[in-house]
T-cell receptor
Framework: NAGVTQTPKFQVLKTGQSMTLQCAQD?????MYWYRQDPGMGLRLIYY???????DKGEVPNGYNVSRLNKREFSLRLESAAPSQTSVYFC?????????????FGNGTRLTVT | SQQGEEDPQALSIQEGENATMNCSYK?????LQWYRQNSGRGLVHLIL?????REKHSGRLRVTLDTSKKSSSLLITASRAADTASYFC???????????FGKGTLLTVNP
C-alpha cells in the first residue's frame, strides 16, 4: 500500500518563484492536512480539508493556498516563495476530521528558498 | 500556538531500560494521540487515547491520560536501539477538525 504520497521529495526555489506541492492518498480518507516542520517549532498546521469540497485555514496559512482536487488529492501552492518558507512540508490524511482517528503522514517535501 | 508540550526535550537511555515521556496541554480535549518520527521520515501513529480513558496499551507502549491535570505520559518498556526517534503528542483542543502537535521529545537508545 502506498498510503500518502508526496511529490517532489526535494525542491530548491529562488525568492519570488512559485510551486505546487502534490499529495495523494489511496486509503479513501475523508480528511487531509498540510503541516510544516521547522527545527524547534514542532509541526504547525497550514491548511486542512475536513472533507472533499471544503478547505480551512490552520495556524500558519499566510503565503499558501490549497486545492482539494478530489477525495484523493490535496495540493499546496506557494505563489511567491520567501526564505521564511524554507521548511519540511508534510501531508497527512485521516478517516475522520481532527483527532478522532489517526493521521497517516507522507515522507515530506524538503523545500529550500534562497 | 502549541497545544501540547512534551517533556523532556531530549532523553538518552541504555537499551533495555524504560523511557517515559510526558505531555501537558492547555485546553480540554476529546482525544490525545502519540506519534513517532524517525530521522528524515514522516510521523507514524502510535496510540490514540480518548478523554474518557485513563490508560491504553499497545505492545511495549503504555499511555496514560489525566484530564484533571491536563497531562499524558508515554512509557516505552524494554527499549531497543530501534526506538531511537522523536516522539510527539497531539491534541484536538476540543475541536473536531484540527490536531495540534507539540515540539517533541528526542529519544536516543544506546546499544
Amino acid at each position: 500500500n502506498a498510503g500518502v504520497t508526496q511529490t517532489p521529495k526535494f525542491q530548491v526555489l529562488k525568492t519570488g518563484q512559485s510551486m505546487t506541492l502534490q499529495c495523494a492518498q489511496d486509503m479513501n480518507h475523508n480528511s487531509m492536512y498540510w503541516y510544516r516542520q521547522d527545527p524547534g517549532m514542532g509541526l504547525r498546521l497550514i491548511y486542512y480539508s475536513a472533507s472533499e469540497g471544503t478547505t480551512d485555514k490552520g495556524e500558519v496559512p499566510n503565503g499558501y493556498n490549497v486545492s482539494r482536487l478530489n477525495k484523493r488529492e490535496f495540493s499546496l501552492r506557494l505563489e511567491s516563495a520567501a526564505p521564511s518558507q524554507t521548511s519540511v512540508y508534510f501531508c497527512a490524511s485521516s478517516e475522520d476530521p481532527g483527532g478522532r482517528s489517526p493521521l497517516h503522514f507522507g515522507n515530506g517535501t524538503r523545500l529550500t528558498v534562497t | 500556538s502549541q497545544q501540547g508540550e512534551e517533556d523532556p526535550q531530549a532523553l538518552s537511555i541504555q537499551e533495555g531500560e524504560n523511557a517515559t515521556m510526558n505531555c501537558s496541554y492547555k485546553t480540554s480535549i476529546n482525544n490525545l494521540q502519540w506519534y513517532r518520527q524517525n530521522s528524515g521520515r514522516g510521523l507514524v501513529h502510535l496510540i490514540l487515547i480518548r478523554s474518557n480513558e485513563r490508560e491504553k496499551h499497545s505492545g511495549r507502549l503504555r499511555v496514560t491520560l489525566d484530564t484533571s491535570k491536563k497531562s499524558s505520559s508515554l512509557l516505552i518498556t524494554a527499549s531497543r536501539a530501534a526506538d531511537t526517534a522523536s516522539y510527539f503528542c497531539a491534541t484536538d483542543g476540543g475541536s473536531n477538525y484540527k490536531l495540534t502537535f507539540g515540539k517533541g521529545t528526542l529519544l536516543t537508545v544506546n546499544p
